[in-house]
């Protein structure tokens, strides 16, 4: 159970690092304008060896709706959303995250990460034959400056602290792009695909 169920939406405090204007995840105003992002749109991932980057679609829009990062054994999933200005989203998130995985049949426990409070789940896994068969994720949130960054780690960062802080660093280096269009809380931030240079 959440306690924040009697608190209202626009009493939320934001849940971020103390050092995330300069450490990250950045808001597009701090980001380094010389360093070559890969441009998703709504984010921009900094590219580093072995780094593979994937775009999850959703099938009847055809609209992207979540960046998948594959790094060193690991994946983290990447979603940004409109936030109000002045509240954060990650307190309910979390809660509605963990009540969506305990139906699933799955588990979930909270703890202080180097982000703030972070989910880790066991999510059941339906395999034919295979009865009982879990993964172990990890759900971290970071409300920034009229935005959200959602991420989901998998693999050896969700179990083991040295490929973690790798991991952890991937998702520091992010870097999110609001824009100025009026957007409600909540909504995703348009992702897209990256420019080639056959675009330009």
Do not use: C
């Not at 395999?127 to 959602?150: C, N, Y």
């Not at 991420?151 to 973690?164: H, K, L, M, S």
């Amino acid at each position: 159970m959440s306690d924040t169920g009697d608190i209202a939406p626009d009493e939320w405090e934001k849940s971020a690092p103390a050092d995330r204007e300069t450490e990250g995840p950045f808001d597009d105003s701090e980001a380094n304008p010389v360093r070559p992002y890969i441009d998703l749109g709504g984010v921009k991932v900094l590219p580093r060896e072995g780094l593979q980057l994937r775009l999850e679609v959703e099938e009847e829009t055809n609209r992207v709706v979540a960046v998948g990062l594959d790094y060193s054994g690991s994946t983290l999933q990447i979603q940004p959303f409109a936030a109000p200005r002045s509240s954060g989203l990650w307190h309910e998130i979390r809660a509605q995250i963990a009540d969506q995985i305990q139906r699933q049949g799955g588990r979930t426990s909270e703890r202080d990460g180097v982000f703030g409070p972070e989910l880790v789940a066991e999510i059941p896994v339906a395999q034919p034959g295979v009865p009982g068969e879990t993964r172990i994720a990890r759900f971290i949130g970071v409300d920034g400056p009229r935005w959200f960054l959602r991420g989901v780690i998998a693999g050896d960062a969700a179990i083991d602290p040295g490929a973690a802080a790798e991991i952890e660093d991937l998702f520091r280096s992010v870097v999110v792009v609001r824009g100025n269009q009026p957007m409600p809380p909540r909504d995703l931030i348009p992702l897209r695909m990256p420019a080639t240079p056959s675009d330009t």
